[in-house]
């Protein structure tokens, strides 16, 4: 009989990062229903229904050993989830049925508490373990003839790929138990990732996006009341690793249970009513189980007739005596059917050694295969303790994964006084991935002191800054290799100095690499004083940010001429009067110099097909490089580009007063791109303008207008001085007051186009909602254009890479010339090779003057000598104050919205 999907919901307290926000609760459970509230009221609140909702926000007492009590009979804790979903679990599967639980959700909402447990709150998967042993037990003890057997796999998908797998399911009476902990379900909008992890995200995108359109197709299944079999539907199992290892789970023989966790926050809204949705579907799809025959005999019977088949063919009796060539049509040589048969005979012997062994292994006793299993558990101990003792006494650097349980799973032990870093047979410490070369790092230990030296043109980040000198490296250091190798310092020496002085270190997490690095690019990371809205521009700023890495790396890898930039764009940038500024990416072709600005949402789609093609590009795909119409690098100059946005302030209507202006355009850095001209002409009844003698319309307070009628036109003329690169097909745009749709121009193709366009308005009756409006808030007009495609020199030839030097090489020869002005004289560019060389100058000194800090810091001095500072700061050095004064200048200037991630 078809049974559907048990579903379940529950939500977590705060985390720390909720809290500092001063999140909101936006999730609410009454009885089996849950309630998400949108945060700014916008809609109305959706509801769902579910076989359970388990409320675990608040309402609980915490107890000496830890555990989590309820105080509030609201308040669910980790027992009476294991009642409600372990023991059903565990019941079925005694009875001899095929068991499944698993947990979805964003990352940090809560599966992995729920399905694995933290210290005393033990989860489902723990708990599952002990009261099936201790049933076991029981049985033993009532009827101790009984044999079990449990056997447990485990099994890892990394990279769409089975990783790990371990035991056999070969029983006298089997039920299979299926406990899942996905990965993170918004991992497919932000993994932050780069090599290894580059291609993890696409596969953990591929994984989830499949399950689910398997999970939309056995919801549609369902619908038609047919068995999936016999259904028209197809559900695409076979389409990833992941659903095909969940198929008997989510549409076969399987009792199946789905725990879905969300937060309660309102930073995470989106995120949740995706959860939501996601469970939703779910419990509409119905399994049928059925108890399960007993596969050993079954298996060994099948074996047994394969091998009587294989000796009979062996014996003449199943090889054709006459083998025909059939290219030719003619008999085969006598030459040719003895080595025919010789091949056949072959892969029968080793079908049938193969056999056997299926057959030995089956027939083997529970003893046996225990013993077999116990000393690899022993072989993987001595292994385990072996590097152990190693870590103790080397350095050794750990992985900063943006998943905690992922994070320490990788360790490079600094075995050696000198190793090397990087993708090449030479290296001890094996990276792969996005820009790592093929020596990327020299790690040298000298005694108590470890040094780290960068390849030439590698790039590496040291909490935060930019490696370029020989630097020593100090216990719990963060590195970044190229975009997405993140690492911390193990530095066995001074970790146990610090816990004989008492000291302490604090523990390193993802978010704090990530908004050290965004400090020292230049962005203001501080959150005291701000308000609930800049922490989240900073926040969307820290998580885009590696994203932008990513897509500029994979860009290099590719070749594809494309460079990405962070942008932060208001909200009148956008042609909004109110609202946050958000953050959107440029994308910049580095031959033709155009441009084009991408929404977050755009870019994390595009950059996650960007890892798709790298991934296809590292396995040797011939077909990576997609076609224009799907390259997620290409964009059209075909579409509009946005040339900037004109604001005209519309209080003079409350007046009845015209307009006649010509209004700057500026772009989303508030750079000036032309000028609008604009007429705005109040009406008379029949549509005639008001004339300054018409002393029936004057109006010396906007109350008096209350009630009556308002008309006038509206002409946009023209506009002149626009960018000549985007003066193809330019139009203008804009709604007025309470418009659903907006109003546009014609399409003129000039930098100086003449439109002419009119339109006019009524408003009949005046409101004191319509008087606000005209009187506060300015009309957007957006000047839209499409970009023109300028002839190229041998910049094409160049390397993407090579193209993006250039531009950079471009940019500090700008901060040059301003500097070369401060100083007076004729102001005329200064040599860019001496430009240069006085920065690498400049950011040796600062090296050096913070290898003397360190220095004084590991040996508790809490001074540095001033004859080793003057040192550094030499004569020559000392110019370089005007270099470094411009650029944190323009660090400084509020205009300066766009930084480029390189």
């Not at 720390?16 to 916008?42: C, F, S, W, Y």
């Not at 030459?335 to 056949?344: C, D, L, N, Q």
């Not at 001890?428 to 070369?437: E, F």
């Not at 209004?663 to 008379?684: H, M, S």
Request: with cysteine; aromatic share 6%.
């Amino acid at each position: 009989m078809a049974e559907s999907i048990k579903v379940a919901v529950r939500v977590r307290p705060f985390n720390t990062r909720e809290l500092e926000r001063g999140a909101k609760l936006v999730i609410d459970m009454q009885g089996n229903q849950t309630i998400i509230n949108h945060p700014k009221g916008e809609v109305d609140p959706k509801k769902f229904s579910f076989d359970y909702s388990y409320w675990s926000h608040d309402g609980y007492k915490e107890d000496d050993e830890g555990y989590m009590h309820p105080e509030d009979p609201r308040y669910c804790d980790q027992k009476r989830v294991f009642e409600d979903l372990g023991e059903g679990v565990l019941t079925n599967a005694w009875a001899g049925y095929n068991c499944s639980l698993f947990a979805y959700g964003q990352t940090g909402a809560g599966k992995s508490y729920s399905i694995v447990g933290y210290g005393v709150n033990k989860g489902v998967i723990p708990v599952v373990c002990q009261k099936l042993f201790a049933k076991i037990e029981e049985k033993v003890v009532a009827n101790p003839k009984d044999e079990y057997e449990v056997t447990l796999a485990m099994i890892e998908i990394y990279n769409e790929q089975k990783t790990k797998e371990e035991g056999q399911q070969a029983m006298t009476k089997t039920s299979v138990i299926n406990l899942v902990d996905l990965a993170g379900s918004e991992r497919a909008a932000s993994t932050g990732a780069a090599g290894d992890r580059l291609k993890e995200g696409a596969a953990i995108n591929q994984s989830l996006s499949t399950l689910g359109n398997v999970i939309a197709a056995l919801a549609d299944v369902a619908a038609e009341g047919k068995p999936p079999g016999k259904s028209k539907v197809i559900v695409p199992f076979r389409d990833s690793s992941l659903t095909k290892l969940l198929k008997n789970a989510l549409g076969g023989n399987s009792k199946t249970v789905m725990m879905a966790a969300v937060s309660p926050a309102d930073i995470n809204y989106d995120e949740s009513l995706s959860t939501l949705k996601f469970a939703d579907r779910v419990k509409r799809i119905k399994t049928v189980a059925e108890v399960n025959e007993s596969p050993t005999e079954k298996l060994i019977r099948e074996l047994r007739e394969e091998n009587q088949k294989l000796m009979k063919m062996l014996g003449g009796q199943g090889i054709p005596a006459n083998l025909t060539d059939v290219s030719g049509g003619g008999e085969v040589s006598e030459e040719e059917k003895e080595r025919i048969r010789k091949e056949i005979e072959e892969e029968m012997r080793a079908q049938m050694l193969e056999n056997q062994k299926a057959l030995e292994d089956s027939s083997k006793s529970a003893a046996e295969k225990l013993a077999e299993m116990e000393k690899a558990m022993e072989e993987e101990k001595i292994k385990r303790q072996a590097e152990d003792e190693k870590r103790k006494k080397k350095p050794y650097l750990w992985n900063l994964n943006e998943d905690p349980a992922l994070s320490g799973i990788v360790c490079h032990v600094i075995e050696r006084t000198k190793v090397l870093v990087g993708k090449g047979d030479k290296c001890q410490v094996k990276l792969t991935g996005l820009s790592i070369m093929d020596e990327h790092a020299l790690i040298e230990v000298d005694k108590q002191n470890i040094y780290l030296t960068a390849r030439m043109n590698a790039k590496i980040t040291l909490n935060g800054e930019n490696v370029v000198a020989k630097t020593e490296l100090h216990h719990n250091d963060r590195l970044l290799f190229s975009a997405g190798h993140v690492y911390v310092v193990h530095h066995p020496y001074q970790f146990k100095k610090a816990a004989k002085e008492g000291k302490t270190y604090s523990p390193i997490t993802w978010d704090i690499v990530q908004t050290e690095i965004a400090e020292h690019s230049g962005f203001d990371v501080n959150k005291k004083g701000k308000t609930e809205e800049e922490i989240l521009l900073q926040e969307d700023l820290i998580s885009v940010m590696p994203m932008v890495n990513e897509a500029n790396a994979i860009s290099e890898e590719l070749d594809k001429k494309k460079t990405f930039e962070i942008a932060l764009v208001s909200p009148q940038a956008r042609g909004m009067s109110k609202g946050r500024t958000e953050v959107m990416v440029k994308i910049v072709d580095l031959i033709h110099g155009n441009s084009w600005l991408w929404d977050r949402n755009k870019f994390i789609n595009r950059k996650y097909k960007m890892l798709e093609m790298y991934q296809n590009h590292v396995d040797g795909d011939a077909d990576w490089d997609l076609p224009q119409d799907i390259d997620p690098f290409y964009e059209t100059v075909a579409s509009h580009v946005l040339i900037g946005q004109a604001q005209i302030h519309l209080k003079c209507l409350t007046y009845l007063i015209g307009f006649d202006e010509s209004v700057i355009i500026t772009d989303y850095q508030a750079q000036e791109r032309g000028y609008l001209q604009v007429q705005i002409v109040p009406l008379k009844e029949n549509e005639t303008p008001i004339e300054d003698e018409d002393d029936d319309y004057f109006v010396e307070e906007p109350s008096e207008l209350v009630g009556k009628s308002m008309k006038y036109k509206f002409n946009v003329v023209g506009a002149k001085g626009l960018p000549p690169k985007m003066s193809n097909d330019v139009y203008c745009e804009f709604k007025l007051y309470l418009e659903d749709s907006p109003n546009e121009t014609d399409r003129v193709t000039s930098k100086n186009p003449d439109w002419n366009w009119s339109k006019v308005f009524t408003h009949s009756p005046v409101t004191d909602q319509l008087l606000e409006y005209l009187n506060d808030e300015p009309l957007i007009v957006k000047v839209w254009g499409k970009q023109r495609i300028e002839s190229v020199s041998s910049a094409q030839n160049l390397t993407t890479k090579e193209l993006k030097s250039v531009k950079e090489k471009e940019k500090i020869a700008t901060y040059m010339k301003k500097v070369s002005a401060g100083q007076g004289g004729s102001g005329g560019e200064l040599d860019l090779g001496a430009a240069l060389k006085k920065v690498e100058h400049m950011l040796l000194m600062v090296n050096e003057i913070k290898k003397l800090s360190d220095d004084a810091k590991a040996n508790d001095k809490s001074t540095v000598d001033v004859s080793a500072i003057d040192a550094v700061l030499t004569p020559e050095r000392m110019k370089l104050e005007d270099v470094s004064k411009v650029i944190e200048d323009e660090k400084k200037n509020p205009n300066s919205q766009v930084c480029c991630i390189s």
